[in-house]
């Protein structure tokens, strides 16, 4: 225990000092130690200051990367046909910084030695903490206790005999020793290392440490012939036991003085195939051969049991390429072989391929009687994220050649359900989460597309339109800026050049698409071919370099100008950003999502072998860009396979082994037309949503249960209504041409959702239970005791929420509540937009009419600044309502029904009254009893130039307006309450003609409450 180990080491510092002197320069009288450390909190003695905790060393040199392919590495790829790379210097072969712990748990075998710190704890009847070092004699002195012998003896041995000296020195206390900071070493580095020189480590330091700091292991030097040199004796070390867990020999610490020497690489042999570790290894050392048994377990053995062929490939004397096969695993192998493993198809007459993004992916024997659990019910076949619900079986006719599609559900064939008969090169393709997100947005995406399609044919008078204003808006003069900003120009994330809301509001969920014609559907599919899904990264990488190449060719000397140079322009940044060509590379037409991915050497794409651009023999050379511009892959840092086999691209093709990103790429994969492939997923659709945690549109096999459907929706959430799922099915009778609609309850129970086999078109729906809460919440502001916000139950009215707040404080005024509505907010928009139209309307008419009547152009001008202002004005929805309790409580038709979203503020009582508009001077004015709006009119200075009398209205506290009826001599208003605002408004008899004063005098005494109404909630607030 490195606790225990403090104590002695401390002290030791202090050399060969006299036992009492050494109690005296601590603080402790000659009694003894037990008079020093004794008391109530005990004592610490401490000879060493405190040192970090831990330490970082940094290698000398540090590489950015791996290192680059070995020639080793080159030629056994080009022999292999695959990517072969040298096993453990990803992790030996370059240099890393180390992570030395100044503190913690010693074992017991670790040699101590100077400057080694020991932390020592006393128990008991002497409680005293010890922080001392080994001195340069390797011993630990001790207060009352002979030196102890420490340097060169394991830390075990070394807290024995403290131990038994604490127990002879001192009654009834224990000691617990511990190694606090360990000693520096140097040790010298040299051989097939990056930067060879003498390192400084700890004692803790292993022979890996060394290495990692000298930048590692080049591919030239030997991993399994390490050398430590110490004292006179050779220490081998076999770093392939730090990487398999077979030894633990790269584990040995180093001491002071060490040598280690990395010689250069010894024979190796390559393993290829269905292993778990593809790659070349090295023999052990001093050997020239190693059985292929051995060479199967240094590769970690087979990926899956079964049966396999084992051939051994060997290169004659005269250069050629012999392929051996083995009768058994005990067989040498000598240096320079490969031995490859693969599937034994010999005893099968006929085979089927499991694709997709799964690491059991490639080709499997299919037997009579052959069915498809044999491939699926094996862990990992349906890959890491799987779709459970749904999967495709593509079935080659063997007299015709032709291709059938069949559906199959994962889930039920994995209970012992569905299990499909394999025919000769049947595919099965299991498909993935991420693939089953792709499939719904090509689907619902062609589907909105028809339906837009579909009206276009039917309502060709709108196409016509729509043409010419496209055509217009081509011919404008900024037509290459306008490209720019126009989000119906076609781009990675919009295939089809359309308004997103175009699309949706065509959208009548119908199936019958007889009106669209079939060179218009097949042209629709062909467009989402290349599409990503939205959000993905692909996508987001599209879009990007599509905007980059837009943005390069807009600016510039050269820069597009005309409607056809600005056509050619987005053509060129579509090409680039989806194939990374430019459209003088892809052909006159440009690339269709149809043909085959373009890729450049060195780069891997999605249908490219990953990584082998720096193999000259394998793909020719490094490789160069196909085109002249930028390299955009079509997918970049693709991870590798998932069985980690690369599958070379051809033409036409894509890789079976690989997740697709896009719907073009997964028609390629299965060799299956477009139109044939969509219109069969549109076959096996069924929809859920309501109470369930994914709602939405899922394909489904032929025997997915109800169960496994809610299960691949996440669940239902938990407030589930349990009593019933709505279910709409449609049966079909394809004989009688025929169907029938069904609306039907199902028992929301395991037994029925197990039980129930969905169709396709199957439509769910799942309720929640009722609850009276869950609806939104109101804020209750101002005089109350405890504003803030307050959930909202259904039913509960304005006296309920009052009781809640804790009631009105003693300074509310409830006359004076401003009840704000957000519905009631969109009813005064809706208002304020009907007004301006109609002023808008009026203003117009009087600009036509003739003689004195027409309008003059500066009156115009300002009222239509003023429609201006009365279409942007901000409504605020108040209602007029009383918050006074005892008032609701008397007159329960007072008290309003609550909505979410509501909002109550009860102001502090006013002192003053408003008196806005048409006065010498407008403001507040105190409030007192028996004053008339004569009064306060006269305290704001009396009537403005332009005040007009005839409309002086009264807006109460509560929101309430009422006109003034006034004479040449008084104004006839009932009693003023504090709070109240008076408003004079302005007349527009010398701004306007007599006409124009009949024609808009209604909209605006209509428009005077609602506008006097904000003023007063604006001051209130």
């Given at each position: 225990m490195l606790y225990l180990a403090s104590l002695s080491g401390s002290l030791a510092q202090l050399g060969g000092a006299d036992p009492q002197s050494l109690l005296k320069s601590v603080g402790g009288s000659s009694g003894g130690i037990g008079s020093i450390l004794s008391g109530a909190g005990g004592n610490s003695v401490d000879t060493t200051s405190n040192g970090p905790q831990s330490q970082t060393l940094q290698p000398q040199f540090m590489s950015p990367r791996l290192q680059p392919p070995s020639r080793l590495e080159q030629i056994l790829s080009g022999r292999a046909g695959i990517r072969l790379t040298q096993y453990g210097y990803d992790q030996f072969g370059v240099g890393r910084q180390v992570q030395v712990p100044e503190t913690g748990?010693?074992?017991?075998?670790?040699?101590?030695?100077?400057?080694?710190?020991?932390?020592?704890?006393?128990?008991?009847?002497?409680?005293?903490?010890?922080?001392?070092?080994?001195?340069?004699?390797?011993?630990?002195?001790?207060?009352?206790?002979?030196?102890?012998?420490?340097?060169?003896?394991?830390?075990?041995?070394?807290?024995?005999?403290?131990?038994?000296?604490?127990?002879?020195?001192?009654?009834?206390?224990?000691?617990?020793?511990?190694?606090?900071?360990?000693?520096?070493?140097?040790?010298?580095?040299?051989?097939?290392?990056?930067?060879?020189?003498?390192?400084?480590?700890?004692?803790?330091?292993?022979?890996?440490?060394?290495?990692?700091?000298?930048?590692?292991?080049?591919?030239?030097?030997?991993?399994?012939?390490?050398?430590?040199?110490?004292?006179?004796?050779?220490?081998?070390?076999?770093?392939?036991?730090?990487?398999?867990?077979?030894?633990?020999?790269?584990?040995?610490?180093?001491?002071?003085?060490?040598?280690?020497?990395?010689?250069?690489?010894?024979?190796?042999?390559?393993?290829?195939?269905?292993?778990?570790?593809?790659?070349?290894?090295?023999?052990?050392?001093?050997?020239?051969?190693?059985?292929?048994?051995?060479?199967?377990?240094?590769?970690?053995?087979?990926?899956?049991?079964?049966?396999?062929?084992?051939?051994?490939?060997?290169?004659?004397?005269?250069?050629?390429?012999?392929?051996?096969?083995?009768?058994?695993?005990?067989?040498?192998?000598?240096?320079?072989?490969?031995?490859?493993?693969e599937l034994n198809g010999d005893r099968a007459q006929d085979q089927a391929t499991l694709s997709g993004a799964t690491g059991l992916s490639g080709n499997y024997a299919v037997a009579q009687g052959s069915k498809l659990s044999d491939i699926l019910r094996s862990p990992g076949a349906l890959g890491a994220n799987p779709y459970t619900l749904f999967g495709l079986i593509v079935r080659t006719n063997a007299q015709t050649l032709q291709r059938s599609l069949l559906a199959f559900t994962p889930a039920a064939v994995l209970r012992g359900a569905e299990d499909i008969s394999l025919q000769s090169n049947d595919v099965v393709r299991p498909i993935s989460l991420g693939e089953a997100?792709?499939?719904?947005?090509?689907?619902?995406?062609?589907?909105?597309?028809?339906?837009?399609?579909?009206?276009?044919?039917?309502?060709?008078?709108?196409?016509?339109?729509?043409?010419?204003?496209?055509?217009?808006?081509?011919?404008?003069?900024?037509?290459?800026?306008?490209?720019?900003?126009?989000?119906?120009?076609?781009?990675?994330?919009?295939?089809?050049?359309?308004?997103?809301?175009?699309?949706?509001?065509?959208?009548?969920?119908?199936?019958?698409?007889?009106?669209?014609?079939?060179?218009?559907?097949?042209?629709?599919?062909?467009?989402?071919?290349?599409?990503?899904?939205?959000?993905?990264?692909?996508a987001d990488q599209r879009q990007a370099a599509y905007q980059q190449a837009l943005a390069t060719a807009t600016s510039g000397p050269n820069a597009a100008s005309s409607p056809v140079q600005m056509a050619q322009a987005q053509q060129s940044a579509l090409a680039m950003s989806q194939y990374g060509v430019t459209a003088t590379d892809a052909g006159e037409g440009g690339y269709s999502g149809y043909q085959t991915d373009q890729f450049r050497g060195g780069q891997q794409g999605p249908n490219q072998m990953s990584g082998l651009g720096g193999f000259p023999g394998l793909n020719g050379g490094q490789g160069g860009s196909m085109t002249n511009g930028p390299a955009v892959p079509a997918f970049p840092n693709q991870p590798p396979n998932a069985n980690f086999e690369d599958q070379p691209s051809t033409p036409g093709s894509y890789a079976s082994n690989q997740e697709v990103h896009t719907f073009g790429q997964l028609v390629r994969q299965l060799g299956i037309d477009p139109l044939v492939l969509v219109n069969f997923l549109i076959d096996y659709r069924i929809k859920l949503d309501g109470a369930v945690r994914g709602p939405g549109t899922y394909f489904v096999g032929g025997s997915a249960t109800l169960q496994d459907v809610v299960e691949a929706a996440g669940g239902t959430v938990k407030w589930a209504d349990e009593s019933g799922v709505e279910l709409l099915s449609t049966a079909t009778d394809t004989a009688a041409g025929s169907s029938e609609s069904q609306d039907q309850i199902l028992p929301l129970h395991k037994g029925t959702l197990a039980s129930y086999v969905v169709r396709p078109r199957d439509y769910f729906h799942f309720n929640k239970v009722y609850s009276q809460t869950g609806i939104g919440s109101i804020t209750v502001q101002g005089e109350v005791r405890f504003p803030g916000n307050y959930p909202l139950v259904r039913g509960e009215h304005l006296s309920e929420v009052l009781l809640k707040v804790g009631g009105l404080t003693p300074t509310a005024y409830p006359s004076g509540t401003v009840f704000l509505r957000r519905s009631a907010a969109k009813v005064e928009q809706d208002g304020y937009n009907r007004a301006a139209d109609q002023i808008q309307?009026?203003?117009?008419?009087?600009?036509?009419?003739?003689?004195?009547?027409?309008?003059?152009?500066?009156?115009?001008?300002?009222?239509?600044?003023?429609?201006?202002?009365?279409?942007?004005?901000?409504?605020?929805?108040?209602?007029?309502?009383?918050?006074?309790?005892?008032?609701?409580?008397?007159?329960?038709?007072?008290?309003?029904?609550?909505?979410?979203?509501?909002?109550?503020?009860?102001?502090?009582?006013?002192?003053?009254?408003?008196?806005?508009?048409?006065?010498?001077?407008?403001?507040s004015y105190s409030y007192r009893p028996g004053m008339s709006v004569a009064d306060f009119i006269k305290e704001a200075g009396g009537d403005a130039q332009f005040s007009d009398d005839d409309m002086i209205?009264?807006?109460?506290?509560?929101?309430?307006?009422?006109?003034?009826?006034?004479?040449?001599?008084?104004?006839?208003?009932?009693?003023?309450?504090?709070?109240?605002?008076?408003?004079?408004?302005?007349?527009?008899?010398?701004?306007?003609?007599?006409?124009?004063?009949l024609d808009v005098t209604g909209i605006f005494s209509s428009l005077a409450v609602a506008l006097a109404s904000l003023a007063v909630i604006s001051s209130n607030n």
């Open positions: 748990a010693v074992a017991d075998d670790y040699i101590l030695g100077p400057g080694d710190q020991v932390n020592i704890s006393l128990r008991g009847q002497e409680s005293s903490d010890i922080r001392t070092t080994v001195d340069r004699d390797g011993r630990v002195v001790l207060p009352r206790i002979d030196p102890i012998a420490a340097g060169g003896r394991t830390f075990g041995a070394f807290r024995q005999d403290v131990d038994a000296a604490i127990h002879r020195a001192y009654v009834a206390s224990s000691a617990s020793v511990s190694l606090g900071r360990v000693r520096q070493v140097s040790v010298l580095v040299s051989g097939e290392v990056m930067m060879p020189g003498v390192r400084l480590v700890t004692g803790l330091s292993s022979v890996i440490d060394a290495i990692l700091l000298s930048g590692g292991i080049k591919k030239t030097g030997s991993l399994r012939d390490v050398r430590i040199l110490r004292g006179g004796r050779e220490i081998p070390i076999d770093l392939y036991s730090a990487l398999n867990g077979a030894g633990n020999s790269a584990a040995t610490r180093l001491a002071d003085g060490d040598r280690i020497l990395v010689p250069p690489l010894g024979a190796t042999a390559a393993i290829a195939g269905l292993v778990r570790r593809p790659g070349i290894y090295e023999l052990p050392p001093h050997g020239k051969t190693i059985t292929a048994q051995a060479l199967l377990g240094l590769a970690g053995g087979q990926e899956v049991q079964g049966r396999y062929r084992f051939s051994l490939q060997r290169i004659d004397s005269d250069g050629h390429l012999t392929l051996v096969a083995l009768q058994n695993l005990n067989t040498p192998v000598h240096d320079s072989e490969i031995l490859r493993i997100e792709l499939l719904s947005y090509i689907v619902k995406t062609y589907l909105d597309k028809l339906n837009y399609d579909q009206n276009r044919v039917r309502n060709p008078l709108d196409t016509t339109r729509a043409d010419a204003a496209a055509a217009m808006q081509a011919a404008s003069s900024n037509a290459a800026a306008s490209a720019m900003q126009n989000n119906n120009s076609v781009s990675p994330n919009n295939p089809f050049g359309l308004q997103p809301s175009q699309l949706e509001s065509d959208n009548f969920n119908l199936d019958d698409f007889s009106g669209v014609p079939t060179d218009m559907q097949r042209s629709d599919i062909v467009a989402l071919l290349n599409v990503a899904a939205p959000g993905t990264p692909l309307t009026q203003l117009l008419a009087g600009m036509a009419r003739v003689g004195n009547d027409k309008i003059p152009a500066e009156t115009f001008t300002a009222m239509q600044a003023f429609v201006t202002q009365l279409r942007t004005q901000k409504a605020l929805g108040r209602i007029t309502t009383v918050a006074d309790p005892s008032v609701l409580a008397a007159n329960p038709a007072l008290d309003p029904l609550l909505e979410a979203g509501d909002v109550v503020f009860i102001p502090q009582r006013p002192s003053t009254v408003a008196v806005l508009g048409e006065v010498m001077q407008p403001g209205f009264v807006v109460d506290p509560d929101g309430r307006a009422h006109r003034i009826e006034s004479s040449w001599f008084s104004y006839d208003s009932p009693k003023l309450r504090p709070g109240s605002s008076i408003v004079v408004p302005r007349n527009l008899t010398p701004i306007d003609t007599r006409q124009m004063i």
